[in-house]
Nanobody
């Protein structure tokens, strides 16, 4: 059984920073690409960022590029999302996800490419 536990969310003002963490357990972490998604009220879940097993490849949604940074620490079985210059439109529940079934066309940008999900952590950015 895989468990993903997010933490670090909260209420901040526009322009502030937050760092989200996701701790994984239950299966080998260092061989697993990871991703962050978010879902705002009344909207579909959307891709935020993804990172390869080693951390050498990263992908970002255009809406967060230059403001958010995804990273991982395989020794701690954790993935992080550093969020800077937060905007009210970043308000959402943020989820981390793990991909164990990886095909040759895996891109990391779709929720259907991930097998396990955390419970989410709320991020609220006030204007």
């Amino acid at each position: 059984q895989v468990q993903l536990v997010e933490s670090g969310g909260g209420l901040v003002q526009a322009g502030d920073s937050l760092r989200l963490s996701c701790a994984a357990s239950g299966r080998p972490f260092r061989t697993t690409p990871m991703g962050w998604f978010r879902q705002a009220p009344g909207k579909e879940r959307e891709f935020v960022a993804a990172i390869s097993q080693s951390g050498g490849w990263k992908r970002y949604a255009d809406s967060v590029k230059g403001r958010f940074t995804i990273s991982r620490d395989n020794a701690k079985s954790s993935v992080y999302l550093q969020m800077n210059s937060l905007k009210p439109e970043d308000t959402a529940v943020y989820y981390c996800a793990a991909a164990f079934t990886i095909g040759s066309s895996w891109s990391g940008g779709s929720s259907t490419e991930y097998d396990y999900w955390g419970q989410g952590t709320q991020v609220t950015v006030s204007s």
